[in-house]
């Protein structure tokens, strides 16, 4: 593997590493040359390993597959470059910044036998776990409203681009509750927007109105600009109540709560096992390099993630018209 961008990359290429048995690193690529030599002391890699032209290294490394971690607006061309030389792919959310050239890019993929998955990795915690569980099984019943809101004290703006809450903090947030409800969206109606005293020169916050398939209807809140970090989810089923709390944004300890009876309340309930926070990324590698291998397609898959596009694709366009909008993939 081959890992492009030096950034959020250093990430994936600790993944790599540790999982020798199913990956060889044979480079970092990055167009700035001190970033570049400060992953590879980073990593312990040998210099030779360093490359500041992606092309060079698609045609020297003989890699097998690269991992794009690249600012958003890069990925289209990145990835296309990956595919017309064969390369399997990993790329961070989003996939690409529109549904259209991610489906195109998908089917390019598909077509010469390649494997694209996309590193979304907040579906795998285990309280999301837990929750995919209950709602699959309807251990509860139907599915009825619920919310999810997150807070995250980030400190500073993203990289810039056009609706970076969306890209860089909401796709989490969309991609994880789809998962935790384990249905298709069928309308949005929200936006993104900058609250009256943010420092942000771009929207710090978005929120949302999310319909799923069987009617049942969510309520986003979504900021990168808090004072404190946490998110909670909460489900209201037919026979009971599902909440889940953590202390981070993202990662942090997590709590899960059930009330099926008004007079006891909300009461404890035990997490599945499942992954630690520092192995998610992991997680997401192996399903990757197992598919590739002839294992299953995983669920964060480059076709699998096309509904998750369409779905802020029909946020920003909701958030244009002042209207709900369908969901299209």
Known sequence: MVVVGCGRGQSHARSMLALSDK????????????RLKTAIDNLGLPADLAYTSFAEALEKSEC?????ATWARSHDPLVEEAIEAGKHIMVEKPFTLEVAPARRLTEMAEARGLKIVVTQQWRYMPGRRTIRRLMTDKVYGELQTGHMVTYKA???????????????MTVHEIDALVAMVNQNVAEV??????????????????????????????????TSDARAEGNEFRAE????????????????????????DRSDGLQPLEIDPGLSDDKLDQHVAVTFGD?????????????QNLHVLAILNALIDSGASGKPMRVEV
């Open 23 to 34: 990956f060889e690193l044979v480079g970092m690529v990055d167009l700035d040359e001190k």
């Open 64 to 68: 097998d597959g690269v991992v794009v």
């Open 154 to 168: 980030r400190g500073g703006e993203y990289p810039d681009s056009e609706h970076s809450q969306l890209w860089q």
């Open 189 to 222: 109606y929200g936006h993104s927007y900058r609250p009256p005293a943010t420092t942000w020169r771009r929207e710090s916050t978005a929120t949302a109105e999310i319909t799923f398939e069987s009617g049942a209807r969510f309520v986003i809140v979504s």
């Open 237 to 260: 089923c037919e026979r009971g109540a599902v909440v889940l709390h953590s202390t981070g944004a993202f990662g942090g300890e997590e709590t899960l709560l059930v009330g099926t």
């Open 291 to 303: 598919w590739v291998n002839g294992g299953a397609e995983p669920e964060t898959s480059g076709r």
